[in-house]
Protein backbone atom coordinates (compact mmCIF):
# COMPACT_ATOMS: atom_id res chain seq x y z
CA UNK A 1 0.00 0.00 0.00
CA UNK A 2 1.46 3.12 -1.19
CA UNK A 3 1.57 6.35 1.55
CA UNK A 4 2.95 9.70 1.63
CA UNK A 5 5.22 10.72 4.28
CA UNK A 6 2.82 13.45 4.81
CA UNK A 7 0.11 10.55 5.50
CA UNK A 8 2.12 8.63 7.67
CA UNK A 9 3.02 11.79 9.84
CA UNK A 10 -0.56 12.11 10.23
CA UNK A 11 -1.32 8.52 10.80
CA UNK A 12 1.18 8.39 13.43
CA UNK A 13 0.80 11.96 15.07
CA UNK A 14 4.63 12.23 13.81
CA UNK A 15 6.54 15.25 12.88
CA UNK A 16 7.66 15.14 9.05
CA UNK A 17 11.09 16.58 7.96
CA UNK A 18 12.30 15.94 4.34
CA UNK A 19 10.53 16.21 1.10
CA UNK A 20 6.91 14.74 0.94
CA UNK A 21 7.97 11.39 -0.69
CA UNK A 22 5.92 8.35 -1.43
CA UNK A 23 6.80 4.89 0.26
CA UNK A 24 5.11 1.17 -0.75
CA UNK A 25 6.37 -1.09 1.98
CA UNK A 26 7.97 -0.97 5.58
CA UNK A 27 10.36 -3.05 6.69
CA UNK A 28 12.12 -3.01 10.55
CA UNK A 29 14.95 -4.92 9.39
CA UNK A 30 17.54 -2.55 8.03
CA UNK A 31 19.22 -5.61 5.60
CA UNK A 32 16.35 -5.90 3.81
CA UNK A 33 15.50 -2.08 3.75
CA UNK A 34 15.60 -1.09 -0.35
CA UNK A 35 14.28 1.54 -2.25
CA UNK A 36 10.67 2.67 -1.72
CA UNK A 37 10.75 1.70 2.03
CA UNK A 38 9.78 2.96 4.86
CA UNK A 39 12.54 1.82 7.83
CA UNK A 40 11.08 1.06 11.27
CA UNK A 41 13.64 1.21 14.01
CA UNK A 42 12.07 -0.85 16.98
CA UNK A 43 13.75 -0.67 19.79
CA UNK A 44 14.43 -4.06 21.57
CA UNK A 45 17.47 -5.93 22.48
CA UNK A 46 18.71 -4.04 20.00
CA UNK A 47 18.16 0.14 19.28
CA UNK A 48 16.98 0.14 15.33
CA UNK A 49 18.11 3.29 15.56
CA UNK A 50 21.81 2.24 15.41
CA UNK A 51 20.47 0.67 12.24
CA UNK A 52 18.90 3.73 10.34
CA UNK A 53 22.07 4.78 8.87
CA UNK A 54 22.27 1.75 7.30
CA UNK A 55 18.97 0.99 6.01
CA UNK A 56 18.78 4.56 3.74
CA UNK A 57 22.95 2.98 2.56
CA UNK A 58 20.96 0.80 1.65
CA UNK A 59 18.09 3.02 -0.38
CA UNK A 60 14.70 3.53 2.37
CA UNK A 61 13.30 6.66 1.35
CA UNK A 62 12.38 7.43 4.56
CA UNK A 63 12.34 6.23 8.06
CA UNK A 64 10.57 6.42 11.03
CA UNK A 65 12.64 7.47 14.52
CA UNK A 66 11.63 9.08 18.08
CA UNK A 67 14.37 11.27 18.27
CA UNK A 68 15.83 13.65 16.46
CA UNK A 69 16.72 13.11 12.60
CA UNK A 70 20.16 13.02 11.78
CA UNK A 71 20.29 16.18 8.96
CA UNK A 72 23.37 14.33 7.51
CA UNK A 73 21.32 11.35 6.14
CA UNK A 74 19.62 11.36 2.46
CA UNK A 75 16.25 10.62 3.22
CA UNK A 76 12.23 11.69 4.80
CA UNK A 77 12.47 11.36 8.64
CA UNK A 78 8.92 11.17 10.08
CA UNK A 79 9.54 11.70 13.67
CA UNK A 80 7.45 9.60 16.34
CA UNK A 81 6.74 9.41 19.86
CA UNK A 82 7.47 5.45 19.66
CA UNK A 83 8.20 3.74 16.93
CA UNK A 84 6.24 0.07 17.28
CA UNK A 85 2.87 2.26 18.54
CA UNK A 86 3.84 4.36 15.25
CA UNK A 87 3.84 1.18 13.14
CA UNK A 88 1.02 -0.43 14.23
CA UNK A 89 -0.65 2.92 13.63
CA UNK A 90 0.95 2.48 10.15
CA UNK A 91 -1.39 -0.82 10.24
CA UNK A 92 -4.09 0.72 10.87
CA UNK A 93 -3.83 3.04 8.15
CA UNK A 94 -3.27 0.43 5.40
CA UNK A 95 -5.98 -1.99 6.29
CA UNK A 96 -7.88 1.35 5.56
CA UNK A 97 -7.86 1.04 2.10
CA UNK A 98 -8.01 -2.83 1.35
CA UNK A 99 -11.84 -4.19 1.16
CA UNK A 100 -13.25 -6.37 3.87
CA UNK A 101 -11.79 -9.35 3.05
CA UNK A 102 -9.42 -9.63 5.65
CA UNK A 103 -8.81 -13.08 7.15
CA UNK A 104 -7.39 -14.01 10.40
CA UNK A 105 -6.16 -16.87 11.59
CA UNK A 106 -5.04 -18.13 14.49
CA UNK A 107 -4.65 -21.39 17.04
CA UNK A 108 -2.18 -23.64 18.58
CA UNK A 109 -0.99 -25.58 15.53
CA UNK A 110 -1.26 -25.57 11.88
CA UNK A 111 -2.11 -21.41 11.68
CA UNK A 112 0.64 -21.20 9.32
CA UNK A 113 0.13 -24.01 7.09
CA UNK A 114 -3.73 -22.81 6.91
CA UNK A 115 -2.65 -19.63 6.36
CA UNK A 116 -0.72 -20.98 3.13
CA UNK A 117 -3.43 -23.24 2.03
CA UNK A 118 -6.01 -20.58 2.36
CA UNK A 119 -4.03 -17.99 0.68
CA UNK A 120 -3.82 -20.47 -2.47
CA UNK A 121 -7.43 -20.88 -2.64
CA UNK A 122 -8.02 -16.99 -2.33
CA UNK A 123 -5.68 -16.36 -5.29
CA UNK A 124 -7.81 -18.26 -7.46
CA UNK A 125 -10.36 -15.86 -7.07
CA UNK A 126 -8.96 -12.53 -5.94
CA UNK A 127 -5.62 -10.79 -5.95
CA UNK A 128 -4.58 -11.68 -2.64
CA UNK A 129 -1.98 -10.44 -0.14
CA UNK A 130 -0.73 -13.01 3.32
CA UNK A 131 1.66 -13.06 6.15
CA UNK A 132 5.47 -14.38 4.91
CA UNK A 133 6.79 -16.90 6.91
CA UNK A 134 5.08 -16.77 10.43
CA UNK A 135 4.88 -13.07 10.33
CA UNK A 136 2.02 -13.06 13.00
CA UNK A 137 2.78 -10.64 15.90
CA UNK A 138 2.53 -6.71 16.25
CA UNK A 139 5.27 -6.07 14.62
CA UNK A 140 5.02 -8.18 11.36
CA UNK A 141 1.07 -8.11 10.81
CA UNK A 142 1.23 -4.48 10.18
CA UNK A 143 4.07 -5.32 8.14
CA UNK A 144 1.72 -7.70 6.01
CA UNK A 145 -0.76 -4.92 5.41
CA UNK A 146 1.71 -2.44 4.95
CA UNK A 147 3.70 -4.56 1.97
CA UNK A 148 -0.07 -5.34 0.48
CA UNK A 149 -0.42 -4.33 -3.05
CA UNK A 150 -2.44 -1.60 -4.17
CA UNK A 151 -4.56 -3.79 -6.07
CA UNK A 152 -5.40 -6.53 -2.97
CA UNK A 153 -8.54 -7.53 -2.61
CA UNK A 154 -8.26 -10.19 -0.17
CA UNK A 155 -5.25 -10.69 2.85
CA UNK A 156 -4.67 -13.24 4.98
CA UNK A 157 -3.27 -12.24 8.26
CA UNK A 158 -1.32 -14.88 11.03
CA UNK A 159 -2.06 -14.15 13.91
CA UNK A 160 -0.22 -15.10 17.28
CA UNK A 161 -0.23 -14.46 20.92
CA UNK A 162 1.65 -14.46 24.12
CA UNK A 163 -0.89 -14.22 26.18
CA UNK A 164 -4.61 -12.97 26.63
CA UNK A 165 -5.43 -9.76 25.28
CA UNK A 166 -2.58 -10.19 22.33
CA UNK A 167 -4.73 -11.31 19.51
CA UNK A 168 -7.25 -8.26 20.69
CA UNK A 169 -4.47 -6.20 20.23
CA UNK A 170 -3.94 -7.67 16.32
CA UNK A 171 -7.89 -7.73 15.29
CA UNK A 172 -7.91 -4.07 16.63
CA UNK A 173 -5.12 -3.09 13.89
CA UNK A 174 -6.40 -5.56 11.73
CA UNK A 175 -10.11 -5.33 11.90
CA UNK A 176 -10.92 -8.79 10.01
CA UNK A 177 -13.82 -9.56 8.50
CA UNK A 178 -13.28 -13.43 8.68
CA UNK A 179 -11.78 -15.62 11.24
CA UNK A 180 -10.24 -19.38 11.29
CA UNK A 181 -9.55 -20.91 14.21
CA UNK A 182 -7.40 -24.06 14.18
CA UNK A 183 -6.76 -25.73 17.37
CA UNK A 184 -6.58 -25.24 21.15
CA UNK A 185 -3.54 -26.96 22.90
CA UNK A 186 -1.17 -26.92 25.92
CA UNK A 187 1.88 -25.26 24.56
CA UNK A 188 3.29 -21.99 25.01
CA UNK A 189 2.34 -22.69 28.88
CA UNK A 190 5.49 -21.13 30.37
CA UNK A 191 3.80 -17.53 28.78
CA UNK A 192 -0.06 -18.61 29.06
CA UNK A 193 0.20 -20.43 32.29
CA UNK A 194 -3.39 -22.70 31.56
CA UNK A 195 -4.79 -24.14 28.62
CA UNK A 196 -7.79 -22.04 29.30
CA UNK A 197 -5.97 -19.01 29.03
CA UNK A 198 -4.94 -20.09 25.31
CA UNK A 199 -8.50 -20.58 24.50
CA UNK A 200 -9.20 -17.31 25.90
CA UNK A 201 -6.60 -15.60 23.93
CA UNK A 202 -7.20 -17.56 20.66
CA UNK A 203 -11.00 -16.98 21.31
CA UNK A 204 -10.30 -12.95 20.89
CA UNK A 205 -10.48 -13.29 17.09
CA UNK A 206 -13.96 -14.55 16.70
CA UNK A 207 -15.11 -12.01 19.43
CA UNK A 208 -13.86 -8.91 17.35
CA UNK A 209 -15.41 -10.42 13.84
CA UNK A 210 -18.52 -7.73 12.85
CA UNK A 211 -21.92 -9.10 12.54
CA UNK A 212 -21.86 -9.63 8.86
CA UNK A 213 -18.52 -11.47 9.34
CA UNK A 214 -17.52 -14.80 9.27
CA UNK A 215 -15.99 -17.42 11.92
CA UNK A 216 -14.80 -20.65 10.72
CA UNK A 217 -14.39 -22.96 13.78
CA UNK A 218 -12.75 -26.57 14.19
CA UNK A 219 -15.67 -29.08 14.84
CA UNK A 220 -13.22 -31.64 15.49
CA UNK A 221 -12.12 -30.04 18.32
CA UNK A 222 -14.62 -29.50 21.24
CA UNK A 223 -13.20 -26.14 23.00
CA UNK A 224 -12.77 -24.71 19.02
CA UNK A 225 -16.43 -25.48 18.77
CA UNK A 226 -17.64 -24.22 21.46
CA UNK A 227 -16.56 -20.80 20.10
CA UNK A 228 -19.67 -20.06 18.45
CA UNK A 229 -21.20 -18.36 21.85
CA UNK A 230 -18.79 -16.04 21.60
CA UNK A 231 -19.11 -14.60 18.18
CA UNK A 232 -21.92 -12.56 16.70
CA UNK A 233 -20.97 -13.66 13.19
CA UNK A 234 -21.88 -16.44 10.85
CA UNK A 235 -20.14 -19.93 11.51
CA UNK A 236 -18.69 -22.37 8.91
CA UNK A 237 -17.80 -25.65 10.67
CA UNK A 238 -15.15 -27.82 9.21
CA UNK A 239 -13.60 -31.40 10.00
CA UNK A 240 -13.68 -34.92 9.96
CA UNK A 241 -16.86 -35.11 11.99
CA UNK A 242 -20.58 -36.03 10.02
CA UNK A 243 -21.96 -32.92 11.39
CA UNK A 244 -19.30 -30.33 10.12
CA UNK A 245 -20.24 -27.87 7.46
CA UNK A 246 -17.51 -28.59 5.54
CA UNK A 247 -15.78 -31.99 5.78
CA UNK A 248 -13.48 -34.11 4.07
CA UNK A 249 -14.23 -38.16 2.79
CA UNK A 250 -12.33 -41.50 1.36
CA UNK A 251 -8.90 -39.53 2.53
CA UNK A 252 -5.76 -41.09 1.10
CA UNK A 253 -2.53 -41.02 1.30
CA UNK A 254 0.34 -41.51 -1.71
CA UNK A 255 3.94 -42.60 -1.14
CA UNK A 256 4.97 -38.70 -0.53
CA UNK A 257 2.78 -38.28 1.80
CA UNK A 258 0.31 -36.04 -0.01
CA UNK A 259 -3.28 -36.58 1.06
CA UNK A 260 -6.06 -36.70 -1.53
CA UNK A 261 -9.85 -36.38 -0.27
CA UNK A 262 -13.47 -35.92 -1.65
CA UNK A 263 -14.25 -32.04 -0.04
CA UNK A 264 -17.78 -32.17 0.83
CA UNK A 265 -19.18 -28.52 1.17
CA UNK A 266 -22.35 -26.53 1.13
CA UNK A 267 -21.70 -25.13 -2.25
CA UNK A 268 -20.79 -28.61 -4.02
CA UNK A 269 -18.30 -31.17 -3.83
CA UNK A 270 -14.98 -31.96 -5.72
CA UNK A 271 -11.47 -34.14 -5.04
CA UNK A 272 -9.12 -32.40 -3.61
CA UNK A 273 -4.97 -33.42 -4.12
CA UNK A 274 -2.72 -31.88 -1.96
CA UNK A 275 0.46 -30.69 -2.25
CA UNK A 276 1.08 -30.50 1.45
CA UNK A 277 2.60 -33.42 2.54
CA UNK A 278 0.74 -35.36 6.18
CA UNK A 279 -2.87 -36.67 6.64
CA UNK A 280 -2.55 -33.83 9.70
CA UNK A 281 -2.78 -31.19 6.79
CA UNK A 282 -6.32 -32.22 5.72
CA UNK A 283 -8.07 -30.29 8.81
CA UNK A 284 -6.04 -27.27 7.64
CA UNK A 285 -7.29 -27.83 3.48
CA UNK A 286 -10.79 -27.78 4.80
CA UNK A 287 -10.43 -24.69 6.96
CA UNK A 288 -9.31 -22.68 3.88
CA UNK A 289 -11.77 -24.86 2.31
CA UNK A 290 -14.44 -23.09 4.13
CA UNK A 291 -13.20 -19.51 4.64
CA UNK A 292 -12.60 -19.98 0.90
CA UNK A 293 -16.25 -20.67 0.43
CA UNK A 294 -17.53 -18.66 2.78
CA UNK A 295 -16.15 -15.59 1.05
CA UNK A 296 -17.61 -16.44 -2.48
CA UNK A 297 -14.67 -18.96 -3.89
CA UNK A 298 -16.34 -21.72 -6.03
CA UNK A 299 -15.70 -25.38 -5.21
CA UNK A 300 -13.76 -25.90 -8.26
CA UNK A 301 -11.31 -23.19 -7.49
CA UNK A 302 -10.85 -24.34 -3.56
CA UNK A 303 -10.35 -27.72 -4.90
CA UNK A 304 -7.49 -26.26 -7.76
CA UNK A 305 -6.00 -23.67 -4.75
CA UNK A 306 -5.60 -26.36 -2.57
CA UNK A 307 -3.31 -28.62 -4.86
CA UNK A 308 -1.57 -25.71 -5.74
CA UNK A 309 -1.00 -23.86 -2.75
CA UNK A 310 2.86 -24.77 -1.34
CA UNK A 311 3.77 -23.92 2.47
CA UNK A 312 6.45 -22.07 3.74
CA UNK A 313 9.38 -23.49 4.36
CA UNK A 314 11.23 -26.30 6.79
CA UNK A 315 7.37 -27.55 6.92
CA UNK A 316 6.98 -31.34 6.24
CA UNK A 317 9.78 -31.14 3.25
CA UNK A 318 10.30 -34.39 1.63
CA UNK A 319 13.58 -35.29 0.06
CA UNK A 320 15.34 -38.06 -1.50
CA UNK A 321 18.86 -38.01 -1.54
CA UNK A 322 21.70 -39.70 -3.98
CA UNK A 323 21.77 -42.71 -1.60
CA UNK A 324 18.36 -43.07 -1.54
CA UNK A 325 17.51 -42.13 2.23
CA UNK A 326 14.33 -39.97 2.23
CA UNK A 327 15.00 -36.68 4.30
CA UNK A 328 11.62 -34.83 6.02
CA UNK A 329 12.16 -31.76 7.09
CA UNK A 330 9.78 -29.90 9.58
CA UNK A 331 12.38 -28.31 11.65
CA UNK A 332 10.54 -25.26 11.93
CA UNK A 333 8.55 -25.52 15.14
CA UNK A 334 7.38 -28.22 17.53
CA UNK A 335 5.17 -29.22 20.51
CA UNK A 336 3.08 -32.23 21.44
CA UNK A 337 0.62 -32.21 18.97
CA UNK A 338 2.48 -31.56 15.70
CA UNK A 339 5.62 -33.84 16.76
CA UNK A 340 2.57 -36.95 17.20
CA UNK A 341 1.44 -35.96 13.58
CA UNK A 342 4.80 -35.69 12.44
CA UNK A 343 5.95 -39.08 13.55
CA UNK A 344 2.75 -40.72 12.32
CA UNK A 345 3.65 -39.47 8.97
CA UNK A 346 7.45 -41.03 8.95
CA UNK A 347 5.80 -44.28 10.62
CA UNK A 348 3.61 -44.03 7.60
CA UNK A 349 6.48 -44.19 4.77
CA UNK A 350 7.40 -47.20 3.49
CA UNK A 351 11.22 -47.34 4.86
CA UNK A 352 13.87 -49.97 5.69
CA UNK A 353 14.26 -47.84 8.76
CA UNK A 354 12.85 -45.20 10.10
CA UNK A 355 14.63 -42.33 12.18
CA UNK A 356 13.58 -39.22 13.89
CA UNK A 357 16.06 -36.54 15.11
CA UNK A 358 14.57 -34.60 17.41
CA UNK A 359 15.10 -31.22 19.58
CA UNK A 360 13.40 -29.53 22.54
CA UNK A 361 9.87 -28.80 22.31
CA UNK A 362 10.05 -25.47 24.35
CA UNK A 363 7.86 -23.12 26.41
CA UNK A 364 6.03 -26.28 27.31
CA UNK A 365 6.46 -25.17 31.18
CA UNK A 366 5.77 -27.72 34.07
CA UNK A 367 4.61 -30.36 31.53
CA UNK A 368 7.68 -30.08 29.63
CA UNK A 369 9.22 -33.09 31.16
CA UNK A 370 6.47 -35.42 30.68
CA UNK A 371 5.69 -34.35 27.18
CA UNK A 372 9.10 -35.06 26.02
CA UNK A 373 9.23 -38.50 27.51
CA UNK A 374 5.23 -39.16 25.72
CA UNK A 375 6.77 -38.83 22.78
CA UNK A 376 9.64 -40.39 22.89
CA UNK A 377 7.36 -43.36 24.01
CA UNK A 378 4.67 -42.98 20.89
CA UNK A 379 8.26 -42.76 18.85
CA UNK A 380 9.07 -46.48 20.06
CA UNK A 381 5.64 -47.66 20.08
CA UNK A 382 6.11 -46.84 16.04
CA UNK A 383 9.13 -48.52 15.45
CA UNK A 384 11.09 -45.58 15.29
CA UNK A 385 14.20 -44.98 16.56
CA UNK A 386 15.06 -41.48 18.50
CA UNK A 387 18.11 -39.30 18.30
CA UNK A 388 17.49 -36.61 21.20
CA UNK A 389 19.58 -33.48 20.15
CA UNK A 390 20.48 -31.47 23.38
CA UNK A 391 17.35 -32.41 25.05
CA UNK A 392 17.75 -34.89 27.93
CA UNK A 393 13.54 -34.98 28.65
CA UNK A 394 13.16 -37.79 26.10
CA UNK A 395 14.62 -40.09 28.40
CA UNK A 396 16.78 -42.95 28.53
CA UNK A 397 15.53 -45.11 26.08
CA UNK A 398 16.61 -42.85 23.31
CA UNK A 399 19.81 -41.50 21.97
CA UNK A 400 21.17 -38.37 23.19
CA UNK A 401 23.96 -36.44 21.12
CA UNK A 402 24.78 -32.61 22.20
CA UNK A 403 24.72 -30.94 18.57
CA UNK A 404 24.35 -31.06 14.97
CA UNK A 405 27.85 -32.92 14.22
CA UNK A 406 26.20 -35.65 17.03
CA UNK A 407 23.03 -36.21 15.18
CA UNK A 408 24.75 -36.53 11.67
CA UNK A 409 27.23 -38.82 13.19
CA UNK A 410 24.64 -41.14 15.39
CA UNK A 411 22.69 -41.35 12.32
CA UNK A 412 25.84 -43.69 11.06
CA UNK A 413 25.94 -45.11 7.23
CA UNK A 414 22.20 -44.55 6.17
CA UNK A 415 20.94 -47.02 2.92
CA UNK A 416 18.98 -46.44 0.48
CA UNK A 417 15.24 -47.22 2.22
CA UNK A 418 16.03 -45.28 5.05
CA UNK A 419 13.93 -42.55 6.45
CA UNK A 420 14.47 -39.74 8.72
CA UNK A 421 12.38 -36.84 10.44
CA UNK A 422 14.09 -33.89 11.58
CA UNK A 423 11.91 -32.01 14.20
CA UNK A 424 12.13 -29.44 16.72
CA UNK A 425 11.70 -25.86 18.02
CA UNK A 426 13.05 -22.92 16.81
CA UNK A 427 15.64 -22.89 18.70
CA UNK A 428 17.19 -26.03 17.89
CA UNK A 429 17.78 -24.68 14.17
CA UNK A 430 17.34 -28.72 13.41
CA UNK A 431 17.04 -28.02 9.80
CA UNK A 432 21.11 -28.02 10.21
CA UNK A 433 20.92 -31.65 10.34
CA UNK A 434 18.06 -31.90 7.24
CA UNK A 435 20.87 -29.61 5.40
CA UNK A 436 23.81 -32.33 6.19
CA UNK A 437 22.26 -35.10 5.27
CA UNK A 438 21.10 -33.73 1.91
Known sequence: MHLLASQIAAATGGTLHGPDVRVDSASIDSRAAGPGQLFVPIVAARDGHDFIAAAVA????????????????????????????????????ARRQVPD?????????????????LAGVLETTYATAASEKSFNNELGLPLTLLGAPDDTEAVVLEMGARGVGHIQLLCEIASPTVGVLTRVEAVHLEMFGSLADVAQAKGELVESLP????????????????????????VLTYGLAAGADVRAENVVLD?????????????????????????????NALAAAAAGGGMGVSVEAIAAGLSAARLSGLRMELTTTSAGVIVINDAYNANPTSMTAALSSLALLDARRRFAVLGTMAELGADGPAAHREIAEQAQALGVTVIAVDEPHYGDAVTHVADVAGAVAALGDLVEGDAVLVKGSRVAALERVAHALS
Open 211 to 234: SDGLAVLNADHEVVAAMDARTQAR
Open 255 to 283: DQLRAAFDLRTPWGSARVALGARGEHQVP
Open 101 to 117: RVVGVTGSVGKTSTKDL
Open 58 to 93: AGATAYLTDRAPDPGLAATAVQVADTAVALADLGRE
